[in-house]
């Protein structure tokens, strides 16, 4: 170790690599892994499935959920620590798609956390090597004990796994042990990490064991190699700032940056002082007190750090801020360095930690308002995956002579800062401090303030959706009664008064026709007003999306649901039940980040009420069963407050609805809806369903007669 007390090579006990995953519920150990990088940790997803109680092969991202994982510290104490997952690999089938129940291998299954660990970073990691087939490797159980190693040779390294061979004696890998290094001692270095084990076969009546048969498979495991670890992660730009090397010596940044540690620094006591200071900052030990570290040691460590230069720089910005300059202008041409310094890097992720879900599931949008010309980010579109590019991004060009530009990473967090309520003046608080220690203008960020609050504005616009509400209450005989209001973003304003007379199918839908041809949107909102037909739970499946106006003088028809988004809402269920208003209302709340729940077979309605009553992060649900339980659970769910419900009235399209729709974004649903009308119009075969759309929208008030007179006498 040098004057700076950096990361070790995996000397000493290799058990102590081993990363403990516990379970979020019930803190037991479900798997391992190991130290990544500074504040990395790699597992299997199915271990992080397993901490979160999810299906085990799971392929869905969980952007936003954490897991508790535990490290041993260079002292040998274990501390535990929260995680995220920063970049996801789902298990996946050779073919692609989901793995099968009965598969035994599979491809893909990696993740790699971001843990909320101290600033200076995690202990070591180990040293990382090849696979090669008749390496004798060893792993360990989660819990990282010493007496859970157990003994393995190597088979068939070749390409996405490998197969391991247990001795006859000692521990065996079984559960728990997934996600785990391979350790080789001959390399002195990890070659891969465990996935999966086979067990012996099982009666398929009773899953009861077999008698023992020497045909039988014994202590046969797989892994993945580090090389294709290795395959998997390079194209995300992890493994390069996960164990950077020393800098050549005729890195243009290390001699620029020695020059600089000579002038800023010209005694030795003024350079032990620097020295520790910055020590302190990155959480690594220091060397002697007396013996300050060379130039070339100095910049060496801000080259291998990837925090060190950041916290230099804040150290220097006081007392020196011309001195500050030259070390980020130098620093800037290396890759290595990051733009936050550990204790910004630490505030940003506890910033992070306390937003709403709701937020946090917005931040690519407000990666794409704040940098709508950026390409495609590597890695997903995570939190963690996000800021990890973010800080390697420059600037965004706007800045005049000298002056510096705002770094990326502080426009997009502007713009997350407009999202978050209450809590931005403190992710302002933040972005000041580093804006400052960057030597940035404050009029220079002041502007991309304006740009988020700016963009805030035109998403409060655009959520206003000029809409026509319809009631529609029955007359007998094919025949209905309507009121119809418009609302343009002020509320509904009644513009029909007949209450008594009745239409027929064409004539209500040339009637709301003549009230959307009256209205006019504003010019900027291309949309086409939506349509909310108001009505009680027996008119959930009347098919005000067919009717149609037919007027020989016209060149085409008129259908409502294929020109408009049409949707219903249903006031009376909600109104009766009026104890989970609260949860319509979070769950609306939630519509662009929460889950959807596809009924798929037939459910009592007690069924249903104890699968949703206090889901409240389940926003949508897709119902595809028979119509003699549909109705019962739409109106379930429509009861429970679930804001948005979809099915098929009809009996052949169901399926097809739900899958077609499955890829439309909740907030899209509408339009989607009118899509899918529009295409059965065009082409029944291609598109058998027939839509409904429940759109129960809790910003919006609907009006106060329906909610009191929800029928009209003859």
Same mark, same amino acid.
């Given at each position: 170790m040098g004057w700076f007390g950096t990361a070790g090579d995996g000397a000493g006990d290799p058990a102590r690599h081993v990363v403990t995953v516990r379970g979020?519920?019930?803190?037991?150990?479900?798997?391992?892994?190991?130290v990544l990088g500074g504040d990395t940790v790699l597992t299997c997803a199915h271990v992080v499935n397993a901490a979160l109680d999810r299906p085990l092969l799971e392929a869905r991202t969980p952007a936003l959920d954490e897991v508790v994982v535990e490290i041993v510290d260079d002292a040998g104490g274990a501390r535990r620590f929260f995680a995220r997952v920063a970049h996801w690999i789902a298990p996946r089938a050779p073919g692609g798609g989901p793995v099968p129940p009965e598969a035994g291998e599979w491809l893909g299954d990696l993740a790699v956390l971001r843990v909320d660990g101290p600033p200076g970073g995690l202990p070591a990691g180990p040293r990382v090597t090849g696979m090669a087939a008749g390496q004798q490797v060893v792993a360990w159980h989660g819990s990282a004990e010493a007496a859970t190693y157990a003994r393995l040779t190597v088979h068939e390294p070749v390409g996405a796994r490998a197969y391991l061979d247990g001795a006859p004696t000692g521990m065996a890998v079984g559960p728990g042990y997934s996600g785990g290094p391979l350790w080789c001692g001959a390399e002195h270095a990890v070659v891969g990490l465990v996935v999966a084990h086979f067990m012996p076969p099982r009666r398929r009546d009773n899953g009861a064991p077999l008698p023992y048969s020497p045909q039988h498979l014994v202590r046969r495991s797989w892994g993945?190699?580090?090389?294709?670890?290795?395959?998997?992660?390079? &194209?995300?730009?992890?493994?390069?700032?996960?164990?950077?090397?020393?800098?050549d010596p005729d890195d243009p940044a290390l001699l620029l940056l020695t020059e #600089? %540690?000579?002038? %800023?620094? !010209?005694?030795?006591?003024?350079?032990?002082? =620097?020295?520790?200071? +910055?020590?302190?900052?990155?959480?690594?030990?220091s060397g002697s007190a007396v013996t300050p570290p060379t130039p070339e040691e100095f910049a060496t460590f801000l080259l291998t750090h990837p925090r060190a230069l950041a916290a230099l720089a804040g150290n220097l910005r006081r007392s020196a801020p011309q001195?500050?300059?030259?070390?980020?202008? #130098?620093?800037?041409?290396?890759?290595?360095?990051?733009?936050?310094? &550990?204790?910004?890097?630490t505030?940003? @992720?506890?910033? +992070?930690?306390?937003?709403?879900?709701?937020?946090?599931? @917005?931040f690519p949008e407000a990666v794409r308002a704040a940098l709508p010309h950026l390409a495609a980010m590597p890695g997903g579109d995570t939190p963690e995956a996000l800021l990890d590019h973010l800080e390697a991004l420059p600037g965004d060009g706007r800045a005049a002579g000298g002056e510096r530009r705002v770094p990326a990473l502080l426009r997009v967090m502007e713009y997350v800062g407009a999202l978050c309520g209450p809590r931005r003046a403190e992710l302002r608080l933040w972005a000041d401090g580093v804006a400052t220690r960057l030597g940035i203008e404050r009029a220079a960020l002041g502007e991309r303030r304006s740009d988020a609050q700016e963009w805030m504005r035109a998403l409060r616009a655009r959520a206003a959706r000029v809409r026509v509400l319809v009631q529609v209450n029955p007359a007998g005989q094919g025949r209905h009664r309507l009121r119809i209001w418009c609302d343009e973003g002020a509320?509904?304003?009644?513009?029909?008064?007949?209450?008594?007379?009745?239409?027929?199918?064409?004539?209500?839908?040339?009637?709301?026709?003549?009230?959307?041809?009256?209205?006019?949107? !504003?010019?900027?909102?291309?949309?086409? !007003?939506?349509?909310?037909?108001l009505v009680d739970r027996a008119g959930l499946n009347l098919p005000v999306d067919e009717w149609t106006v037919r007027d020989p003088d016209a060149l085409v028809p008129g259908v409502l649901g294929v020109e408009f988004p049409l949707v219903v809402h249903c006031p009376e269920l909600l109104r009766r039940h009026g104890r989970f208003t609260k949860h319509w209302r979070s769950r609306w709340n939630r519509l662009d980040s929460g889950k959807t729940f596809v009924v798929s077979e037939t459910m009592d309605r007690d069924t249903i009420y104890s699968r949703l009553v206090n889901q409240l992060d389940t926003v949508?649900?897709?119902?595809?069963?028979? &119509? =003699?339980?549909?109705?019962? %659970?739409?109106?379930?769910?429509l009861a429970l407050g679930i804001p948005v419900v979809v099915w098929?009235?009809?009996?052949?399209?169901?399926?097809?609805?739900?899958?077609?729709? $499955?890829?439309?974004?909740? @907030?899209?649903?509408?339009?989607?809806?009118?899509?899918? @009308? $529009?295409?059965?119009?065009?082409? &029944?075969?291609?598109?058998?369903g027939r839509p409904v759309l429940a759109w129960a929208d809790a910003d919006r008030t609907v009006p106060r007669l329906h909610l009191t007179e929800p029928q009209e006498s003859t």
């Open positions: 979020a519920e019930n803190g037991r150990t479900v798997g391992a892994g190991f993945v190699p580090w090389q294709r670890v290795q395959d998997e992660l390079r &194209p995300l730009g992890l493994l390069d700032s996960a164990a950077p090397t020393s800098p #600089a %540690i000579e002038d %800023i620094f !010209p005694s030795p006591s003024s350079r032990v002082a =620097g020295a520790q200071r +910055l020590a302190r900052s990155c959480g690594v030990g001195e500050a300059d030259r070390v980020l202008a #130098a620093g800037g041409l290396s890759r290595v360095p990051k733009l936050l310094s &550990p204790q910004e890097h505030a940003l @992720r506890k910033h +992070l930690r306390m937003m709403e879900p709701e937020v946090l599931a @917005r509320g509904p304003r009644q513009v029909s008064t007949d209450s008594v007379r009745s239409y027929s199918a064409a004539e209500a839908a040339r009637e709301v026709l003549r009230v959307l041809d009256s209205l006019t949107p !504003p010019a900027e909102d291309e949309r086409p !007003p939506l349509v909310e037909v949508r649900v897709c119902v595809d069963v028979p &119509p =003699g339980t549909r109705d019962g %659970i739409v109106q379930t769910c098929d009235r009809g009996r052949d399209g169901a399926a097809h609805t739900v899958r077609h729709l $499955a890829e439309v974004a909740t @907030r899209e649903m509408p339009d989607g809806v009118r899509d899918y @009308r $529009a295409g059965a119009k065009a082409s &029944p075969p291609d598109y058998p």
